[in-house]
């Protein structure tokens, strides 16, 4: 398996998924801004869309949704329990979470990152994102993950997109639940590991 990934952007769930699986894999910057990888490629040649996660399997097959590449990759191994199993209420739960993230809180980072967006767009975006934090933090208020005692697939993705706040003005100090969530994750061993694969920690 190959993990097309740029460093700390949402590819950095699907890089923590598989250091949790344990599953063989290869990991391979494909920096966003450059879209060029180490040995010169373009990326628009792997992936026509040119953007990260990508994954490509050994036979050749691809996906290329985030939230679909961690769910592939918990279902390839079922005993990590990574994410509940398949047609169970529990699974959906989790679906409902990546779904949460994906398009209240990741899109919702998008004005941020965007080059050249008015300051009101921005400052619209903060106060939107602020208030959907905020949400989060009351879910997780009494868990130790999103679905209760066991680390999931969904954890990983909010572990990352909530992390780019520092970056973008975001301030989530204040939110002693996710805070204390943030921590817990980023103190995975698999988690550093990704970090550290992505230069993103000592």
């Not at 050749?60 to 005993?79: N, S």
């Not at 329990?81 to 398009?103: D, F, H, M, V």
């Not at 967006?117 to 959907?132: G, H």
Request: proline share 6%; charged share 20%.
């Amino acid at each position: 398996m190959k993990l097309y990934y740029s460093p700390g952007a949402c590819s950095l769930s699907p890089h923590i998924v598989l250091k949790e699986s344990g599953l063989a894999f290869e990991a391979i910057a494909a920096p966003t801004k450059t879209h060029q990888l180490t040995d010169g490629t373009d990326y628009y040649s792997i992936n026509p869309l040119g953007y990260v996660p990508y994954l490509v399997l050994d036979d050749g097959r691809t996906l290329r949704e985030g939230p679909v590449i961690v769910q592939y990759i918990a279902d390839q191994v079922p005993e990590k329990n990574l994410a509940p199993a398949n047609g169970s209420w529990e699974r959906y739960k989790l679906q409902e979470w990546l779904n949460t993230i994906g398009t209240e809180l990741h899109k919702g980072f998008s004005p941020l990152f965007t080059p050249g967006m008015p300051d009101d767009a921005k400052a619209l975006a903060r106060t939107r994102l602020n208030s959907r934090l905020q949400w989060v933090d009351g879910e997780l208020a009494g868990k130790t993950y999103l679905l209760g005692e066991n680390f999931s697939v969904a954890d990983a993705y909010l572990f990352v997109v909530a992390g780019w706040g520092k970056h973008v003005g975001i301030d989530t100090s204040g939110l002693g639940n996710l805070m204390a969530f943030m921590a817990r994750v980023g103190a995975r061993p698999a988690v550093q590991e990704a970090l550290r694969a992505e230069g993103l920690l000592k």
